[in-house]
């Protein structure tokens, strides 16, 4: 990452961590508040990471079973686990595409396989999917999840056909005799 800041004194915010590295290798981690650095020793304050709660909104376009495309947004809440902050800092490049991929994956796994119908009623099922999932990669440095399936899915602009797509659906469910 290298050496952002080698003065003698930083203060690390509220909800933060900071990563101090002696001579370009990971030292210790630094707590809140006033901390005092030895540049002269090679001690340096290499990065500050939050450890607040981050959102991040993934938009997803799937086809459902009936071959409608949907508009599919899962909002996911994440934070840094304070103890794992230095796996956080030096492992991760980019936690929000890791962390997208992993709802890709699950979503574009489950919502082929129902119908538009289905997709709306169990739309809570595929949310503890991609909880479930998540919950997997436990052991990474963001995994604290917020647990709250019923808001993780949101169905948005429900159809990328607009109406077209709905009187399709209903004209061959009409065509099959189903209500």
């Given at each position: 990452?290298?050496?952002?800041?080698?003065?003698?004194?930083?203060?690390?915010?509220?909800?933060?961590?900071?990563?101090?590295?002696?001579?370009?290798?990971?030292?210790?981690?630094?707590?809140?508040?006033?901390?005092?650095?030895?540049?002269?020793?090679?001690?340096?304050?290499?990065?500050?990471?939050?450890?607040?709660?981050?959102?991040?909104?993934?938009?997803?376009?799937?086809?459902?079973?009936?071959?409608?495309?949907?508009?599919?947004?899962?909002?996911?809440?994440?934070?840094?686990?304070?103890q794992n902050a230095d796996d956080a800092f030096y492992e991760l490049q980019n936690p929000k595409?890791?962390?997208?991929?992993?709802?890709?994956?699950?979503?574009?796994?489950?919502?082929?396989?129902?119908?538009?119908?289905?997709?709306?009623?169990?739309?809570?099922?595929?949310?503890?999917?991609?909880?479930?999932?998540?919950?997997?990669?436990?052991?990474?440095?963001?995994?604290?999840?917020?647990?709250?399936?019923?808001?993780?899915?949101?169905?948005?602009?429900?159809?990328?056909?607009?109406?077209?797509?709905?009187?399709?659906?209903?004209?061959?469910?009409?065509?099959?005799?189903?209500?």
């Open positions: 990452m290298g050496n952002a800041n080698c003065v003698f004194c930083g203060c690390i915010e509220q909800a933060s961590v900071g990563v101090v590295e002696k001579w370009g290798r990971f030292d210790r981690l630094a707590e809140p508040g006033l901390n005092f650095f030895n540049p002269l020793a090679g001690e340096c304050l290499s990065g500050i990471l939050s450890t607040r709660i981050s959102s991040l909104d993934v938009k997803i376009e799937t086809k459902t079973k009936d071959n409608v495309f949907v508009h599919l947004v899962c909002s996911i809440q994440y934070r840094v686990i304070r595409e890791q962390i997208q991929a992993y709802v890709f994956d699950v979503v574009r796994a489950h919502v082929p396989k129902m119908n538009l119908d289905e997709l709306f009623e169990q739309k809570d099922e595929v949310a503890k999917a991609v909880l479930e999932e998540l919950e997997k990669v436990n052991s990474c440095p963001y995994g604290d999840w917020k647990r709250n399936p019923r808001s993780i899915l949101n169905l948005e602009q429900n159809l990328f056909n607009g109406k077209e797509g709905i009187g399709r659906i209903v004209r061959g469910k009409e065509s099959k005799g189903e209500n």
